[in-house]
C-alpha cells in the first residue's frame, strides 16, 4: 500500500529557509502529479504548490510564488520543497498528496509535518 512520509519541518525564524521532504513507498511518484497544501491553526487547508507527473507544470499560490519551489525526484522516489524568505503567516502543517488515480484530484496524503515561522 502506497505511503507518504513528509520531512523537514522545524522552527525557523523570519527570512529563513527550509527544505521539506515526502518520501514515498509502494509505488513510483514518477508517472502522478503530486502537491504541497498547508494548514494554518483555525484556518482550512490550502494549497501551496503542485507539479504535473511529468515535472513540465508547475503552479503555486500568490503567497508563495518566487520563495517556494516544488521539485520531484525520481531516483529518491520523494518529492520536494524548498522554502525561502519564509514569513511567519506560513506557519502551519505542510502535507504533501498525491492524485494516484490521474483524475485531477489528490487522494493520498501524507500525515503533515509542522512548520513554524518567528517573527
Known amino acids: 500500500q502506497e505511503q507518504l512520509v513528509e520531512s523537514g519541518g522545524g522552527l525557523v525564524q523570519a527570512g529563513g529557509s527550509l527544505r521539506l521532504s515526502c518520501a514515498a513507498s509502494g509505488r513510483t511518484l514518477g508517472r502522478y502529479a503530486v502537491g504541497w497544501f498547508r494548514q494554518a491553526p483555525g484556518k482550512e487547508r490550502e494549497f501551496v504548490a503542485d507539479i504535473s507527473w511529468n515535472a513540465f507544470s508547475t503552479h503555486y499560490a500568490d503567497s508563495v510564488k518566487g520563495r517556494f519551489t516544488i521539485s520531484k525526484d525520481e531516483i529518491k522516489n520523494t518529492l520536494n520543497l524548498q522554502m525561502n524568505s519564509l514569513k511567519p503567516e506560513d506557519t502551519g502543517v505542510y502535507y504533501c498528496?498525491?492524485?494516484?488515480?490521474?483524475?485531477?484530484?489528490?487522494?493520498?496524503w501524507g500525515q503533515g509535518t509542522q512548520v513554524t515561522v518567528s517573527s
Open positions: 498528496a498525491v492524485d494516484w488515480t490521474n483524475n485531477g484530484e489528490f487522494d493520498s
